[in-house]
């Protein structure tokens, strides 16, 4: 079992920055492949990045490649996302995830474990 907890989201302004964080629980983090996605109002949740088990391997939508940057920290049981250049249609729910495959998966259903999001405002 696998809890995971999302910090870092807010209100920021079009071209600022936030890292995202999702802390994990569990001694088995460093085996499971972890991804970010988000969900506007009134939208389905779509993918946004993923990280292999070790992080040697990462993998954009391409809506946010260039400004988004994936990260993890095996030893703090902590992935992170990296977003800059925001947009006003970056706003959303952002979810982190893990999934028991540990290469890079990209489909929500591979996912097992969910946070409870956290939001991003982008807004002027």
């Known amino acids: 079992q696998v809890q995971l907890v999302e910090s870092g989201g807010g209100l920021v302004q079009p071209g600022g920055s936030l890292r995202l964080s999702c802390a994990a629980s569990?001694?088995?983090?460093?085996?499971?492949?972890m991804g970010w996605f988000r969900q506007a109002p009134g939208k389905e949740r779509e993918f946004v990045a993923a990280i292999n088990w070790s992080g040697g391997s990462t993998y954009y939508a391409d809506s946010v490649k260039g400004r988004f940057t994936i990260s993890r920290d095996n030893a703090k049981n902590t992935v992170y996302l990296q977003m800059n250049s925001l947009k006003f249609e970056d706003t959303a729910v952002y979810y982190c995830a893990a999934s028991r495959f540990t290469e890079i998966v990209t489909g929500a259903m591979i996912y097992d474990y969910w946070g409870q999001g956290t939001q991003v405002t982008v807004s002027s």
């Open positions: 569990g001694r088995t983090f460093s085996s499971y492949a």
